[in-house]
Each structure stands twice: as structure tokens, then as C-alpha cells.
């Protein structure tokens, strides 16, 4: 076959037109996006967004918008919407066209039409690609007829208004786009929600359903139902919510997506820094905490080395390994003669919702007979609600399903599981987890036949030289600048400080010496820095923490970012900022009004309700920090100085500065480079070498602990005796076992160690309890100390006293 130099131009100019990418941003009426030409594109003016078909699966694709700057290729460019998530496309013959009618049509390989934008418009239409990544479909005089900024999926662009009856769908998984079981929508309310949505039911678990409106902090005063995302990084609702980055203001690409496990976060990214997306704020900081992560009859636990978690309780085997969407089904089936069931205790577990009703007052053993007489009762929640400490109203909750469930050692109740009496010794509440398998199960196979057409041998030769052409021209337009990008990086690469995803704001060096006027208000002064009052722009109190010096402070300023940044509870300090300017480390937190525990223990402001509070709520968040945030924590030194005190004495851990955050399969093997902690708190395991463990932090708390107790510093001298080397010094814990040993003998009492400053008015029983589990927790031998958990169970139930004595804690071991 000849082919002259006339056909040689013509298929030069084919091959460019069939491989190099389209640079406009607009398809007119009469065109069409074919999906076997990866050239065929829309392209926003400012080269940020593409508009194509996307490979979602084997020869499966669908129409979507996605950032394309920085530049990506294959499954590695980000989303923001698809026309047919669900219904995916034939790699050949599919095509996106504007037809004559004005509407936009997806077709599957010429045969059916899977979307369409479905306006009738005689005048002439276009659809453009704005620099917004919004897709539009408009009249010749600019009309907006269709935008895909009305119809989201997973993701709202800064500017994008979610508004009344407009939805955010998550995907089913990471790999598979087609849309899953989370919504983030409107109510009815007009509160803003998400939502866990499966076939079988419907839970709302944003915000806090154990909550009223109000007290989320949202209004149902409304009817105009709009949430925006601005371009800075601020979020604002009409039902009063709003949230600010923690990169507010700086130039990014952002975005808000409601991810697969149903979490909303927001993304930010510098278009320089290589394409990585930074969480600069999420919905829930607990994954455990959003409903039908592991679906029925199983509990949810999160490891940060592997991810989430999913464990079948007691007696039931998972449906499906590969998703666990389908949860966990009983081993036996139950009898509805209440002599051939019983029930089954799971410590500190939660199954939320699907009660058949809430008995207030109602015993154990009443609440007992209660589900006996439900055949269809799976089981009971019980807690107590303590209103006046120290009593508490005991609820009941039947349960016809077991769903959305989780241990908690902050939880304070327990699930009893009816289970067959013959089988009960052979329950545990072991936990046989398994990955939760992100595939999102098996794959939908679309029922459709395409009709073969002939084949013509000519053209795809002059196809096929014609594209060999064109990808040779392609390559080398190509990797030229992928090569002088790769050297600049390589050229420019500087260690930095990697926040954003902590959800922190940046503030600068003058911010904060503005708002401390001059860094002249000291309220308190450490090993790490100076601590001063301020009042930010917004007219915050603050408490700012600037390091004594940047270089030697370094260490400790990151591990205090990436720790406290990351953790939400009620008992840790919250930080709001830092500065990471020149040679400046300054931390920023809220301000406390009544300083710290140290202070207060000095005065007679902590009467002996507030000394056990303070016990309790300290207890309950190194709880959280060591078992159930997404990070394992270390805190290091736990001391007084560092329990903080708000205006209603409720404590707040703080000071991350000596912290390490730790991997929950390593934990024992931990290695520290240098001794941490404060001398008269620290762990025997310091001093010995030996591996740190969880267990150096319930020392502290028990030496802390004792503190309360005595009014007493572990510095100060308890019963000095004479030898022959001179004068020596009990320990604190020594000194207060002895003195509780000879109360149980009868030769002293408690009172001879409970703080002068108390006046006599306290709860005897409760003290003992109290001082029982500080000794526990000050245990020389590691092994034998409690984890926190197990400290926060012992004090919120008072029947674990009588085992405390009988296990003779009071005697050293």
C-alpha cells in the first residue's frame, strides 16, 4: 500500500487530534466526548479541573469532573463528580454528545442512554467548564439551564451551596465509586445531618443524636436551608453551624467530601507540594461513633496500624468476611422459655438505638425479666445516669436489634446478651476482629448485550500507524516537563511542618504578640516555656505557650502538635493554633479560668465532690488517650501542673509536650531516647530501663491520685526515720499503704491521711474506694497495675470496691 506525502500530513493531523488532549473548555451542540479517545476532554480555562470519562472498573468508566492540577493520571486523580456513578459505560462506542435538542446525553456504546441532563432548550446551548469545577449546560445568552453543581455526589467545591433537597452520597468503598450508605443532607429540622442509610435502616449519627438541638449547638429557626464552602476555608450553615480549616485563609485547592466510612472532612492542598490532600477538619473524630461501621451483631474497634476494625460478640460468626456491611448472625437460636436463656455481661459496650422502650428505676434483675418475657429481645443496655453524685437513676433499654455497637471504656454501662443457658461456659468476649475489606463487596455485572459490528481492515490500519505517530509526539511533549518538574523538586525539597491535617490554625509572630501585648501577661511558667493570657482577633481568651527556645523545643513542639491536634474529648485541653515562624514555637490554648490542679490544691476551693470529679474525668481521658483515639498516646507526665482546671473545675489534660504517640502493636516494644517525666510521679520503669508501656502513665495518675487524697506533694518527706546513713524519705505510695493497712487493722484511720483542707466533709466509702485504686495504680510491678479502662470502671461502680479488698490491694507486692 502507497500512501503519498498528502496522506502522510492528513494522518499527522489525525494522530494530534485523536491522542493530544482538547484545550477547550466548552462542547457545542452537535459535538460529542467519545470515551475510546483519551484526548476527548473539557478542560476549565485555569487547567484545575477536567471534565471525561473516567476508567472506575474493567472496561467500566464513567462521565466525571476530577483535579487535574497538579497533573495526575490513571486512578490517581481526585473526583468531585460523576453523572453515573451507578450505572457505569462500555470503553467502546460510549460517548457524552450535545444533541440537537440541546440536551447533554450519555449513551453506553450507542445503544442506551444511562444519563441525560434532560432540558429541552430550541435556542442553541453549550456546556462549559467553569474554573469553579462547575459544569454547566447554558443558553446562548448565558441562561444556566443544567449544572452539575445542583446534582453533587460525594463532594462540595468552595462556592458549591448544598442546599434544600440536594444531597452528599459517600462511595461504597475506596475502589468502587457507586454510592454508598452515608448522606450529609438537610432534615426536615433544617439541621444539618449525616446519615447512615442502608436497605434494612436509617440512623442519623451528626450531630450527636444523644443530644437536643441546642445543644449541638444548632438552630431549627430556619427555612432557607444553604451551606456554603468558601474559597478561605470557611463553612457556614443557616442552622448556625460553622467550622473554620486549620489552613483558614492561605491559598488551596479545597474540597469537602463525605468519605466511604462515612466520615465528612475537608481537604486542603498546595497545588506545589506533590498532589498530597491534607484533613484540615473532619465531622467525628471517634470512627467507632458512626453508625453501621460493622453492621448487625458486632462491635467496631479502630487500630491505627491497620484501620478500623470489626469483631463479632459472643456466640455469632460473621456473614461475609470480605463486607462487613452484612455484620455478624447468632451460632444458636433462642428460646422463648426464659429457663433455656441466659444473659451474657460485655463490660462498657454500646449498642445505640433500636430499643423497644427506656424504663427509668428499673433493677438489674428487673430489667432482666423484662427481656425474658420478649421473645424477640436480643438483649438489655444498662447504665446508670448519674444526675447528684453519688446516686444514680438506673435505665433499662431492650433491644430488638444489636446495631451500631462499641466498647468504650468511657461508657458507663454494659450490654447483657441473651444467649442459650447450655452454651454460656463456652462464651468469652474474646475478640476474633477481622479487616474491615474496603472492596465494598462484589461487583454489579450490568445485564446488557452490544451488537458486533464488521470489521474494516484499512482503517484500523491507518488507525493504527496513525496513533503510533501521535503517542510518540505525545511522550515526548510530555515527559519533558515531567522531567524539569522532577529536578526542581529534587533541587527545592525542604523538610517542613506537615499540620494542616491536625485541623489547627497557623497564626503569625505578630498575631500573637499583639494579642498578649508584647508577651507582658505571664500566668505561668514550665521546664518547656512561658505560658501568657491573650485575647485573639475574635476576641478569644487564650492561654499562648511560647518555647523557651526553638531549636532544643523543637521535639517537644511537634509531638504536642501532632498529638493534641488530632484528639477530641471532653477532658483534654483543646488547642486552637501555633506558630511555626522563624525561630518562633508558640502553642496557642484555651485559657482556664481556675489554672491548674496544682494551684487549686493549695487553696480550699476543691471541696471532696470536685477532688473526685477531677479523679474521675482525668481518669476517663487517658482512658480515651491510651485505648480509644485514633492515635495510642502516651502522655509521659501526668502531674498536677498538668490537669488543668475551667470554670466549673472540670479537668483538662494538658501539656503533650513530653508525649509519644505509640502503635497499638508495639506498645512494648517502645523505645525512648532520653528519661520523660517529672521526679515523684515517674514509674519505676524509668529509672530500671525497662520497656515503656501505658503503664508508666497509671503510675502518675495513681501518685496524682494520692495527691488529691492528702493534700500532700510527692516531694515532701512522710515520716522521716533515722538510720545509720542519716535521714530517710517514705515514698508517697509507701506511706499511704501503710497508713491504710493499719486502718484495716483498726490502729488508725483514713482520716489520718485525707487532706486537713477537707475539714472532715467527705464520703467515707468513696474515699476508700479512691485511695484503694490509687494504690493499685501505683503498683511497683507493672503487670499488676490496672489499665485505664479498668481505673475508670472501678471508680464509676462502686460495688468494685469489695473486690478491691478482697484482692488485698492495700499490700505492697
Given amino acids: 500500500m502507497k500512501i503519498d506525502m498528502g496522506t502522510s500530513a492528513f494522518l499527522l493531523a489525525l494522530s494530534l487530534l485523536t491522542v493530544l488532549p482538547l484545550s477547550s473548555s466548552t462542547l457545542n451542540k452537535g459535538s460529542h466526548l467519545s470515551v475510546e479517545n483519551p484526548g476527548d476532554v473539557l478542560v476549565s480555562p485555569n487547567n484545575v479541573f477536567t471534565a471525561g470519562f473516567y476508567a472506575v472498573g474493567d472496561n467500566a468508566y464513567c462521565f466525571a469532573v476530577w483535579f487535574s492540577k497538579p497533573s495526575c493520571s490513571g486512578n490517581n486523580c481526585t473526583i468531585v463528580w460523576m453523572a453515573n456513578r451507578d450505572e457505569p459505560v462500555n470503553g467502546r462506542r460510549s460517548r457524552l454528545s450535545l444533541v440537537a435538542s440541546g440536551d447533554v446525553v450519555l449513551t453506553d456504546a450507542d445503544r442506551f442512554t444511562v444519563w441525560t441532563t434532560n432540558i429541552k432548550s430550541i435556542s442553541s446551548t453549550q456546556l462549559d467548564l467553569y474554573d469553579s469545577g462547575n459544569l454547566v449546560l447554558h443558553s446562548s445568552d448565558g441562561t444556566i439551564l443544567w449544572q452539575s453543581f445542583d446534582s453533587p455526589t460525594d463532594t462540595l467545591l468552595p462556592e458549591q451551596p448544598l442546599i434544600k433537597k440536594v444531597q452528599l452520597r459517600s462511595a461504597r468503598s475506596q475502589s468502587n465509586y457507586s454510592s454508598g450508605f452515608f448522606k450529609l443532607y438537610f432534615d426536615n429540622d433544617n439541621v444539618l445531618r449525616l446519615l447512615f442509610d442502608s436497605p434494612d435502616v436509617s440512623d442519623i449519627y451528626w450531630p450527636d443524636p444523644e443530644l437536643l438541638t441546642w445543644e449541638n449547638g444548632r438552630s431549627t429557626y430556619n427555612n432557607s436551608r444553604i451551606a456554603v464552602l468558601d474559597s478561605k476555608g470557611n463553612f457556614s450553615s443557616t442552622d448556625d453551624f460553622t467550622f473554620r480549616s486549620a489552613d483558614f485563609e492561605l491559598s488551596r485547592q479545597r474540597r469537602l467530601t463525605i468519605d466511604f466510612d462515612g466520615n465528612l472532612r475537608l481537604y486542603s492542598r498546595d497545588e506545589t507540594e506533590g498532589g498530597r490532600w491534607d484533613v484540615t477538619w473532619q465531622a467525628m473524630s471517634q470512627p467507632c461513633r458512626i453508625h453501621g461501621s460493622c453492621g448487625p451483631n458486632s462491635l467496631c474497634s479502630y487500630v491505627p496500624s491497620s484501620g478500623r476494625k470489626c469483631s463479632c460478640i459472643p456466640g455469632y460468626k460473621v456473614v461475609n468476611p470480605a463486607d462487613w456491611y452484612f455484620g455478624c448472625e447468632p451460632e444458636f437460636t433462642l428460646s422463648c422459655n426464659a429457663s433455656e436463656v441466659a444473659f451474657l455481661q460485655l463490660t462498657n459496650v454500646e449498642f445505640f438505638g433500636y430499643d423497644f422502650g427506656f424504663y427509668p428505676n428499673y433493677t438489674l434483675e428487673r430489667c432482666e425479666s423484662l427481656c425474658l418475657e420478649m421473645c424477640d429481645c436480643k438483649g438489655f443496655q444498662f447504665k446508670f445516669i448519674k444526675h447528684d453524685y453519688p446516686s444514680g437513676i438506673p435505665y433499662c433499654y431492650p433491644k430488638t436489634l444489636l446495631l451500631n455497637g462499641h466498647h468504650s471504656p468511657n461508657f458507663q454501662g ?129 492561654a499562648i505557650k511560647q518555647l523557651y527556645d526553638a531549636n532544643q523545643g523543637e521535639a517537644e513542639f511537634l509531638a504536642e502538635i501532632s498529638t493534641i491536634g488530632k484528639l477530641n474529648h471532653i477532658n483534654l485541653i483543646e488547642m486552637w493554633g501555633y506558630c511555626a515562624e522563624g525561630k518562633h514555637r508558640i502553642l496557642v490554648y484555651e485559657y482556664m479560668e481556675h489554672g491548674s490542679l496544682a494551684e487549686n490544691l493549695n487553696s480550699k476551693s476543691l471541696d471532696w465532690k470536685k477532688r473526685f470529679d477531677i479523679a474521675v474525668g482525668t481518669a476517663k481521658c487517658m482512658a480515651y488517650l491510651h485505648e480509644e483515639c485514633l492515635e495510642w498516646v502516651l502522655h509521659c507526665d501526668v502531674k498536677p501542673q498538668n490537669i488543668l482546671l475551667d470554670s466549673n473545675y472540670n479537668p483538662k489534660v494538658s501539656d503533650f509536650g513530653l508525649s509519644r504517640l505509640q502503635n497499638r502493636s508495639g506498645l512494648n516494644n517502645a523505645s525512648f531516647s532520653r528519661i520523660r517525666g517529672t521526679r515523684g510521679y515517674m514509674a519505676p520503669e524509668w529509672i530500671l530501663n525497662l520497656p515503656i508501656t501505658s503503664k508508666v502513665d497509671v503510675y502518675s495518675y495513681g501518685i496524682v491520685v494520692m495527691e488529691l487524697v492528702t493534700g500532700k506533694s510527692p516531694a515532701t518527706g512522710f515520716n522521716t526515720t533515722e538510720s545509720g546513713d542519716g535521714t530517710q524519705h517514705k515514698g508517697m505510695a509507701t506511706w499511704v499503704r501503710e497508713k491504710m493497712n493499719l486502718a484495716i487493722s483498726g490502729s488508725s484511720s483514713i482520716e489520718d491521711i485525707t487532706d486537713l483542707k477537707l475539714e472532715g466533709e467527705y464520703d467515707k466509702k468513696t474515699m476508700e474506694i479512691l485511695v484503694a485504686v490509687a494504690l493499685k495504680c501505683a503498683l511497683e510491678d507493672r503487670n499488676s497495675r490496672p489499665t485505664m479502662s479498668q481505673v475508670v470502671e472501678m471508680l464509676v461502680c462502686h460495688e468494685n470496691y469489695k473486690q478491691l479488698q478482697s484482692d488485698g490491694n492495700y499490700h505492697m507486692r
Avoid: H, W
Avoid at 474474646?430 to 479487616?435: F, Q
Avoid at 509526539?473 to 527545592?492: A, D
Avoid at 491536625?502 to 499583639?514: M, P, V
Fill in 414 to 542: 454494659d450490654l447483657y446478651l441473651k444467649v442459650l443457658k447450655t452454651g454460656l461456659s463456652q462464651y468469652d468476649d474474646s475478640e476474633n476482629k477481622a479487616s474491615l475489606d474496603c472492596s465494598g463487596g462484589s461487583l454489579k455485572q450490568l445485564n446488557r448485550t452490544y451488537a458486533r459490528q464488521n470489521k474494516n481492515g484499512t482503517l484500523e490500519a491507518l488507525l493504527l500507524i496513525a496513533i503510533i505517530v501521535g503517542a510518540v509526539e505525545f511522550f515526548i511533549i510530555l515527559l519533558v516537563p515531567c522531567f524539569l518538574i522532577i529536578t526542581r523538586k529534587n533541587g527545592s525539597a525542604q523538610q517542613g511542618y506537615f499540620l494542616a491535617s491536625t485541623g489547627l490554625r497557623r497564626f503569625t509572630y505578630t498575631e500573637l504578640k499583639k494579642a498578649t501585648q508584647g508577651f507582658s501577661k505571664e500566668i505561668g511558667r514550665g521546664a518547656g516555656g512561658i505560658v501568657y493570657r491573650g485575647i485573639l482577633s475574635d476576641n478569644r481568651v487564650a
